[in-house]
């Protein structure tokens, strides 16, 4: 058995590892297939204290698992199919691995970014399709861009792109945005800025060269149009990875794990949760990290207080 089972390898999960190994917990990380959302989006980390020439993102998550497996944590790749938290020790079922049982468990999953399920996105991506103005927007220095989406994100992300693109048309299925108040008046004193509002993706359209626009449902006069770009930002919110759980813990309205405040503590004992999975408002690499090092310390002190309690009883 093992006293601290970590699920996840990204920035929370390495970061949890770390102090728990440092703490000799021996913690074993379960590090799924699917990479880390920082590695898709943030190849140059450049805001990452301590480095002011900025850092690779895959080079840093590569030597948190190194400082990791230094202080005595195992890695394993493999998917977490279920848990079972309704009694101790607590089960995890790892895909072509079987069953390890844990006196305390660290979730750190994180989250997945939502995508459109149209025609042509999946086969342009790197090809003009992205989910990542800030990793990519150079590339759209003096075309039309297109971001998809009415929150603060896709607001967000077509400030950003203003800098490159000659034009940036914000695409959303509703009359309403999402965002909030002072992203939307933000957003509106950009001259580059267009609005193509109720409005549905329906395809992404390309050449030989990539993307050359997306087509769309116009709501008001209930035809088809093609709007021109030759960049396309899909930026429709994250999905926290969950699905595992099966409803064993409490999430918010939109599947974020709900922790007490100002803890990771997720209201079963022992189950501490960090990082995007429980993060609707932040999503940075260094709040990942932050509140992976706190779980850990949060798990040290639970595990501390089941000696005495063990100390007690005798
Ligand atoms: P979000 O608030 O969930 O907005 C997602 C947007 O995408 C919504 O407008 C939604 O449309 C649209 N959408 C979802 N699925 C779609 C689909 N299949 N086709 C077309 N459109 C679709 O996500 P977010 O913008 O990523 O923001 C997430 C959280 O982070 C929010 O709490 C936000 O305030 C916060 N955030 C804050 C900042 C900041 O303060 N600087 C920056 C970024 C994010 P509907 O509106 O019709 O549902």
Redesign the pocket.
Known sequence: MYKAVVIGGGPAGLSAAIHLARANLEPLVIKGFEPSKYLITTMEVDSYPGFPAGVDGPTLLDNMAKQAEQFGARIRIGNVQRVDLSKRPYAIDIQGYGTVEAESVVIATGASF?L?GIPGEEANFGRGVSICATCSGYFSTGKKAIV???????L?EAIYLTRYASEVTIV???NE????KG?QERARQYGKIKWALNR??IEVLADEHGVTGLKVMNHETGSEEVIEGRRLYV????RPNTGFLEGQLPTNERGYLLVKPGTTETGIPGVFACGDVQD??Y?QITSAIGSGCMAAVDCERYLDSLVVEEAVAL
Request: charged share 25%; net charge positive; no cysteine.
């Open positions: 939502k459109l998809v989406g009415g929150g603060d994100s896709a967000e959303h299925r509703r945005l999402r965002a909030s992203m549905t993706p930026a429709i919110g994250t609707p408002r999503g």
